[in-house]
């Protein structure tokens, strides 16, 4: 599965944004999600992640009511929907994908199998 990620840039706090995650090579049907953050000098943290039918969802309580996972199994693209930006969620975004439709949405970076290029957000104050 290769994944494209897209869709950051630079706003101010309290704006929106909406990054995309195209895949190629595999459909998202056959896989589970997430998204993840870097900041230099810091691991990867977890964002979110969501199921292949998105019943199953999962948020880091720092995005917990401000932040939305989808996917949209038709167009093979999956969404991370930013709300309410904070100056703190400054950072390269990553989606990732781990293989196989069943099982539990996970936030340990170490089970996904694909990972995107990363795009990165900045959120003025």
């Known amino acids: 599965v290769q994944l494209q990620a897209s869709g950051g840039g630079l706003v101010q706090a309290g704006d929106s944004l909406r990054l995309s995650c195209a895949a190629s090579?595999?459909?998202?049907?056959?896989?589970?999600m997430g998204w993840f953050r870097q900041t230099p000098g810091k691991e990867r943290e977890f964002v979110a992640a969501?199921?292949?039918?998105?019943?199953?969802?999962k948020y880091a309580d720092s995005v917990k009511g401000r932040f939305a996972i989808s996917v949209d199994n038709a167009k093979n693209t999956g969404y991370l929907q930013l709300y309410s930006l904070k100056p703190e969620d400054t950072a390269i975004y990553y989606c990732?994908?781990?293989?196989?439709?069943?099982?539990?949405?996970?936030?340990?970076?170490?089970?996904?199998?694909?990972w995107g290029q990363g795009t990165l957000v900045t959120v003025s104050s």
């Open positions: 090579g595999q459909t998202f049907g056959n896989c589970r």
């Open positions: 990732a994908a781990r293989n196989g439709r069943l099982g539990i949405v996970t936030s340990s970076p170490t089970a996904y199998n694909y």
């Open positions: 969501i199921n292949w039918n998105g019943r199953s969802i």
